[in-house]
């Protein structure tokens, strides 16, 4: 088993709600930077309205915002992937569970 799916399978076993990457975004990086959401949106080259439905929790972080970030904030695609699978899954769980799965 890979650490990637170790660490899947621990998260998902946790009852602990893991944060949304356009949260964890906005409290890791644009607050202590105060970058606001205009200026990052100019910094990556998307729209506003893409950077505000990330924060908000309202759009997933695709493989371009991911490479983007990455470019900006110097970390790896991936990094922020695996926060927006971790996401998906923890919430694909959580609607299986309500629908008696």
């Known amino acids: 088993m890979t650490a990637f799916n170790l660490n899947v399978r621990s998260h998902c076993l946790s009852s602990r ?3 949304h990457p356009g949260i964890f975004l906005e409290r890791c990086y644009l607050k202590p930077l105060h970058i606001s959401q205009s200026e990052l949106a100019r910094l990556l080259g998307i ?3 893409r950077v505000h439905e990330i924060i908000k929790g309202q759009r997933a972080i695709s493989a371009d915002t991911a490479i983007r970030l990455a470019r900006h904030f110097q970390t790896t695609p991936m990094f922020w992937l695996e ?3 971790l996401w998906e899954l923890y919430d694909a769980s959580r609607r299986f569970v309500k629908e008696g799965g």
């Open 17 to 19: 709600k893991p944060e």
């Open 83 to 85: 926060k927006q699978q």
């Open 47 to 49: 729209s506003r309205r």
